[in-house]
């Protein structure tokens, strides 16, 4: 038998919350973001700059698509911080950017203690939402934290400036790091490296380490240097030598 129940039509329908915004404090940790109070209780954090043009003030009800709005205003600060954190670390490709923006996306999971237990478990913890990426990349480029001719400028200045690196060995390392040809192509006839060079300071370095010059050969080759080009800069270091 299937159990009544009786619905009064005059039944008061379940009080709606007003989403009145009932305080606006400094956070503790950063003195740049603040927390955000609806009907007192602790909703999320906001950038300052957010808090302004968001036109948020203690007292105002906030309507669904302006409660909407700071919640998703909310995520972006969080996220721009991860982001820009990763950016400062050290000059980054955009392909790197993307790869982490996307990465922050995936929920993973966490292990965290237990406060009542003193016990640590796993969690999964939500990741960013995914929509926010093309947002944060585009602030970042905006902002100058995302240049590939910079990036690739500096790789080429700075890799193994003691070691020695051959130019096909740059060309297919940019090119790991998602730099275009045509990038690849301008930075390298800007630099002043040449495979010469390069291939003395790899020669003074190895020189000893093989016993004969047929494995250093093997070596430098193996390296991206041209066989007709270690054989000269070889000639020239042993006649030097001699």
Same mark, same amino acid.
């Given at each position: 038998?299937?159990? =009544?129940?009786?619905?009064?039509?005059?039944?008061?329908?379940?009080?709606?919350?007003?989403?009145? %915004?009932?305080? %606006?404090?400094?956070?503790?940790?950063?003195?740049?973001?603040?927390?955000? !109070?609806?009907?007192?209780?602790?909703?999320?954090?906001?950038?300052?700059?957010?808090?302004?043009?968001?036109?948020?003030?203690?007292?105002?009800?906030? +309507?669904?698509?302006?409660?909407?709005?700071? &919640?998703?205003?909310?995520?972006?600060?969080?996220?721009?911080?991860?982001?820009?954190? !990763?950016?400062?670390? *050290?000059?980054?490709?955009?392909?790197?950017? *993307?790869? !982490?923006?996307? &990465?922050?996306?995936?929920? *993973? /999971?966490?292990?965290?203690?237990?406060?009542?237990?003193?016990?640590?478990? =796993?969690?999964? /913890?939500?990741?960013?939402?995914? +929509?926010?990426?093309?947002?944060?990349?585009?602030?970042?480029?905006?902002?100058? !934290?995302?240049?590939?001719? *910079?990036?690739? /400028?500096?790789?080429?200045?700075?890799?193994?400036?003691?070691?020695? =690196?051959?130019?096909?060995?740059?060309?297919?390392?940019?090119?790991?790091?998602? %730099?275009?040809?045509? =990038?690849?192509?301008?930075?390298?006839?800007?630099?002043?490296?040449?495979?010469?060079?390069?291939?003395?300071?790899?020669?003074?370095? &190895?020189?000893?380490?093989?016993?004969?010059?047929? /494995?250093?050969?093997?070596?430098?080759?193996?390296?991206?240097?041209?066989?007709?080009?270690?054989?000269?800069?070889?000639?020239?270091?042993?006649?030097?030598?001699?």
């Amino acid at each position: 038998m299937l159990e =009544t129940i009786t619905i009064f039509d005059d039944e008061p329908a379940p009080k709606k919350s007003a989403r009145r %915004i009932t305080d %606006i404090k400094e956070a503790v940790k950063d003195k740049n973001r603040v927390n955000l !109070y609806i009907d007192d209780k602790f909703f999320c954090s906001l950038d300052i700059s957010q808090v302004v043009d968001l036109h948020l003030k203690v007292g105002k009800e906030l +309507s669904d698509e302006e409660y909407a709005n700071v &919640k998703q205003a909310s995520e972006f600060g969080k996220f721009y911080t991860r982001a820009l954190e !990763y950016a400062l670390l *050290r000059p980054r490709s955009s392909k790197e950017i *993307r790869d !982490y923006l996307k &990465k922050k996306t995936l929920n *993973r /999971k966490i292990r965290v203690k237990n406060r009542r237990t003193g016990e640590y478990e =796993t969690r999964e /913890k939500q990741g960013y939402d995914a +929509s926010l990426v093309p947002l944060v990349f585009s602030r970042l480029e905006d902002r100058g !934290y995302i240049d590939d001719y *910079r990036f690739a /400028k500096l790789w080429v200045e700075n890799r193994n400036v003691s070691k020695g =690196t051959s130019v096909k060995k740059l060309r297919l390392e940019l090119t790991q790091k998602g %730099i275009d040809d045509r =990038t690849i192509d301008r930075v390298l006839s800007e630099s002043s490296r040449n495979d010469n060079d390069e291939l003395a300071k790899i020669i003074a370095k &190895k020189r000893h380490k093989y016993a004969d010059d047929q /494995k250093l050969i093997q070596y430098l080759v193996r390296a991206g240097f041209n066989y007709s080009d270690v054989l000269d800069v070889l000639s020239v270091d042993a006649s030097s030598g001699a």
